[in-house]
């Protein structure tokens, strides 16, 4: 079983920045990808990024530049550092994870993962 908390939403104004965190439990197995998800009211859940074991990343085009996901390994945690937020950020943001077995190509299709955190708000204003 994997745990996964999600934290440091909040509401910020537009240009701003947040970072998340998510503390998980997958670090003891040795080949997973982990992911930052996000749905805003009346949308689909759309993959931000995502991070396999290997550090490799991969991001949505509309985040590119502004966001990093990054993973400290002896903290056991995920991070999402989020700058030049826009209004359009606005949403519920969703850790997740999954363990391979076997090399697997990374994405951030949310099917592919079976492990979520409880999620956290984001709010930017105008």
């Known amino acids: 079983q994997v745990l996964l908390v999600e934290s440091g939403g909040g509401s910020v104004q537009a240009g701003g920045s947040l970072r998340l965190s998510c503390a998980a439990s997958i670090y003891t197995y040795s080949s997973y990808h982990m992911g930052w998800f996000r749905q805003a009211p009346g949308k689909e859940r759309e993959g931000v990024a995502g991070i396999d074991s290997d550090g490799r990343t991969i991001y949505a085009d509309s985040v590119k530049g502004r966001f990093t996901i990054s993973k400290d390994n002896a903290k056991n945690t995920l991070y999402l550092q989020m700058n030049s937020l826009k209004p359009e950020d606005t949403a519920m943001y969703y850790c997740?994870?999954?363990?391979?077995?076997?090399?697997?190509?990374?994405?951030?299709?949310?099917?592919?993962?079976?492990?979520w955190g409880q999620g956290t708000q984001v709010t930017v204003s105008s």
């Open positions: 997740a994870a999954r363990v391979v077995s076997r090399p697997r190509s990374l994405t951030i299709n949310d099917a592919n993962y079976n492990y």
